[in-house]
């Protein structure tokens, strides 16, 4: 068995001709086409920001496949352990592609960006490993015919001029193939072609294989969409492929390193310098309004507490800025406290939320009327996004090319350039996939990673709830911040005119509220 698998794994070049038979447990299934995705993502995002073959794009993209798709060189004298280690990266590797065509064979979008990705990962991959190209066409059955020495000497200056070798006068090496095989050299009108035939250079290999690669991914893939019926009755596979193509890879912000130093009084600086233009933008319009939809609520909420920001720290914050437009006896039978425990765990299933990624927040239902949620470069027209552009003070150049990308559907890449923009940096140096990734690096970018310090809350907070509100503070709420709110009292210097919620009361639900929480798969079990 073992070394069957050796030899169908002799290099790191694969044309992914056929797949392996063999077991595969639902968790390897989705996460060994997680880790493949991730790079494909990374070739993509990196190819659009910067030009391919630039050593930024080189540096982002092999910094990915190291990580998620290494593949061990072969050597003359390995140890068990090592060849062993070797065979599983390469399996890994041949596993990772085919359950990604399964993922993403089903629409012709889909299949041309699968297809372009693995050409360029192919093409990366032949570069960097050159010296295995001879074996690798010995394995895959590539006869290529290597044009005879007197040939090439006949022929040699038009060879030169055409695939334009100069300086080097050393032997080349000239294969004849097809013309057809070679079309992207006939394009850049980089090879000599006679009777049918194009005589390539050795160095210019890589751009016939990698067409010939993307010529049999393509057929393959529509293949397999014929095929796909054939598994869709199994629900592990299914639900697995449809959530691949929105998976999010990176860190999921459950803890971050910021925990317990970040106030609720830092948060307006901090929603100007620091947050991402999704959350820039809930904050002012509840900062304004103070109110905001069940869509942003969760979308917030989920970010304060991935910024490291307590649970009572944002029941706090959301008591405070509701109740300038409510009174605390309304505030409590709404449910947005309710809203808060649920999401830190401490109501309903008690399961710890995760805050949303980008791609849960530009795939998820978009904004109604009167809504703030979503990502602003995917849902917020041409025009209001100029507008909102402006008022943040960013420069009609860099608002022009903004919009350009956001035109062109590359949202993440637009909130990428608006980081740029606003953190005077020519280039972001990571890849963004998440908003609590956004404020970290911009804290990072700052100084600011492990110095914010824990701040109170500032006296106008306080004496801006002595109103209407001051009177409802004086019963049975009083007597509640005594329990579960003095321990954090004393950290944060909460004012005493603080309005407190009762959490041992169940909140009455309005109609509207219990329709927007039966739409949202989080809360389910209400």
Partial sequence: WYQRRVREYATRLSMYALPRQGNITTTEFYSTALDRLTVLRAIYNSGIKYNRGSDMYLKCVMSEMKTHLPLRPNVMEETDNNARTKTEERRKDHISHFLLRLAYCRTEEAR?????????????????????????LEHNNLKFEEVSETEVMEKEQLIRDSSQIYGNREKIMVYKVPFVEALELVKHRRVYVERGMAYVPHTE???????????????SLIKCARSLPAVSDDERIMSILNELTTAYSGDDFSSTKLEGQVSVAQLPALAKSSFPPCM??????????????????????????????????????????????????TYGKSGHD?????????EGKRADKNPYNCMKIITGSGPSSGDCHGCPFKHMDAEN????????????????????????????IACSKYYEVTHNKGDAGFGLNHPNQYFLESQQAQGNRGNV??????????????????????GSQSSSMQGSQSSSMQGSQLPSQSVSQPVNKAPILTSEDLKELAEDDDFDDI
């Fill in 338 to 346: 309710y809203m808060v425990r649920h999401l830190f765990g401490k």
């Fill in 453 to 474: 310090g824990k701040q109170g809350y500032q006296s106008s907070q306080s004496s801006s709830m002595q109103g209407s509100q001051s009177s409802s503070m004086q």
């Fill in 385 to 412: 996004l100029e507008r909102k552009l402006t008022a943040w003070k960013i420069p009609k150049i860099q608002i022009r090319e903004i919009l350009g990308l956001v035109a062109g559907q590359h949202y993440q």
């Fill in 205 to 219: 290999l890589v751009s016939i294989l990698t067409g010939m690669f993307r010529t049999q991914l393509s057929k």
């Fill in 112 to 136: 041309k960006w699968f297809c372009d990705c693995e050409k360029e990962l192919f093409r990366l991959r032949l570069e960097e490993h050159r010296e295995e190209i001879a074996q690798f």
């Fill in 280 to 329: 820039r933008n809930i904050h002012e319009v509840f900062s304004e309004q103070h109110h905001i939809k069940h869509g942003a609520r969760l979308q917030f909420c989920l970010f304060l507490k991935g910024m490291g920001l307590s649970m009572e720290d944002v029941r706090t914050y959301f008591r405070q800025e509701f109740c300038k437009k409510m009174d605390a006896e």
